[in-house]
């Protein structure tokens, strides 16, 4: 095989201006790790990039893809964590959106045992973005009172397991009605957004995991206990129907609060903002992170895979999620 192909981001639009092109085979270099990638996984902030919302993407053209799993095919001088024909899970970092990846094998982990390659990739950015935010950031207890917003994405469907074998009391909240049943089939009481906003008596909470930014922030914030904790993962009010709508994105980043440490001080309240990708950067978190996916065995933790599309069908796999059709993990198959 002389080429393999990738799925790029070579101009802003909507799901169906990405481009599915090939390129050719570089051997990896020292260090790095081969990988003949069976799944790609697709996250919100690949919508945020395609539509040209997302600050830390690469310029034109570029791949996106945070996340693979496959099989080892090669690896270069000095690696020692894998070796060829290994099953594994990757972080990619920009890139993940194509058939083979050549990447530093300080990024590369081998396949939990209870996953398959299809669930392992809906792993890496669901797993790390939820450890780092209940464990790392929210340090959270036995008998918190936690709203995980968006509990039938990706994230929120991990994170509400997590907090759940944490001993904590898990309210999952979502924009469809009828995902509610989703929600409560992982052991959380379900709402609705409109719902939970409704009902004044939904409030001290010890955790809120905010996935909406926005306007959304602040009334959430309202819901906190005394020594409350919010967890903000990103602005996902800022997209509608997979349109670059710059009003949109502009009203949200307006209406997302600028925190007023003297106002804490009066709700004995913090708030947490969380970028996985740049926590990730670090190699000593990747370490810690990576000795971290244990908790993926110890604690049965089950990614749920929504919808799988063949790569070539990157669009619509982009369109379904923006749309909000998909519950748990997209991914993409090659």
């Not at 001993?167 to 009605?177: D, F, H, K």
């Not at 709508?245 to 925190?259: E, G, V």
């Not at 065995?297 to 059709?325: M, S």
């Amino acid at each position: 095989m002389s080429a393999h192909h990738e799925i790029a981001i070579e101009k802003f639009g909507t799901a169906h201006s990405l481009t599915y092109r090939d390129r050719a085979i570089v051997p990896p270099g020292p260090g790095e790790v081969a990988i003949d990638v069976k799944y790609s996984g697709v996250n919100f902030a690949d919508v945020q990039m395609r539509l040209g919302f997302y600050p830390d993407a690469p310029k034109k053209p570029f791949v996106p893809g945070y996340e693979v799993s496959g099989v080892v095919s090669e690896i270069g001088a000095g690696v020692t964590n894998v070796k060829k024909g290994d099953q594994v899970v990757a972080g990619t970092y920009f890139g993940g959106y194509a058939s083979r990846v050549s990447i530093p094998a300080t990024q590369v982990f081998p396949l939990p045992k209870n996953a398959t390659l299809e669930t392992g990739a809906a792993l890496p950015v669901n797993y790390f973005t939820a450890q780092l935010a209940l464990h790392d950031m929210a340090r959270i207890r036995e008998g918190d009172k936690v709203v995980i917003e968006c509990a039938t994405g990706g994230v929120g469907t991990l994170a509400t397991q997590m907090a759940r074998a944490a001993g904590a009391e898990v309210v999952g909240l979502t924009t469809s009605p009828h995902k509610k049943g989703f929600i409560e089939a992982l052991g959380a009481k379900a709402y609705t957004l409109d719902e939970f906003y409704a009902d004044s008596t939904l409030g001290g909470f010890d955790l809120i995991v905010n996935s909406s930014g926005g306007a959304h922030i602040q009334r959430q914030r309202k819901r906190l206990g005394l020594t409350g904790r919010m967890v903000c993962l990103g602005m996902s009010s800022g997209v509608k129907d997979g349109r670059r709508n710059f009003a949109r994105i502009a009203l949200a980043a307006l209406r997302t609060p600028r925190i007023s440490v003297l106002k804490l001080f009066d709700a004995n309240t913090g708030i947490y903002a969380l970028n996985a990708l740049h926590v990730l950067r670090d190699p000593v978190w990747v370490e810690r992170m990576t000795k971290s996916l244990v908790a993926v065995d110890k604690l049965d933790l089950k990614p749920h895979v929504g919808k799988v599309f063949a790569a070539k069908e990157a669009g619509a796999a982009h369109a379904f999620l923006e749309t909000k059709q998909a519950t748990g993990k997209v991914l993409l198959a090659w």
